[in-house]
């Protein structure tokens, strides 16, 4: 990641200023593991990686994550349905949605679910940090407005 622009992604919080933590969610376990390499280069505390749905609502759960950088089509569980999920349990959590899918009837569904933002894979590496990083500054700040 040559010439970008690095991307803060230590949050103000009095919660700690702790890194911020994601949790990386997609069936192709190539593609995962070069996002998980990416965002922990990049400063984040990737707290767990999924290749489905399910598993992922269960670890979001134990592992609490800011912000699920999340596939839209995986087996069983969609990516929205996950976010779902997800949010009952914690609502401020945000989601980063990564898909190949580009219509207007998914953005929609995406906006429903609450979805902090949807990018194209294939997207600059560098867009997918900055995202990331402003979901969770979002987060981290909604939390602290509810204090």
Known sequence: MGGGQRVSVVADSP???SRLRVLVVDDDEVLRDALCGLLSDE???????????????????????????VDYRMPGMDGIEAIGLMKMEAP????????????????????????????????PPPLIVDMVGRAGTYKR?????QR
Do not use: I, W
């Not at 505390?45 to 609490?64: F, L, N, Y």
């Not at 700040?141 to 407005?145: A, H, N, S």
């Open 43 to 69: 400063g984040f505390d990737v707290v767990g990686q999924a290749g489905d749905g399910d598993t992922a609502v269960c670890m979001a759960r134990d592992r609490q994550p800011d912000v699920v950088l």
């Open 141 to 145: 700040e909604l939390e602290r407005r």
């Open 15 to 17: 919660r700690t200023s």
């Open 92 to 123: 401020l959590t945000q989601a980063v949605m990564l898909t190949v899918y580009d219509d207007h009837a998914l953005n929609l569904e995406a906006e429903r679910a609450q979805v902090y933002c949807l990018l194209v894979k294939g997207c």
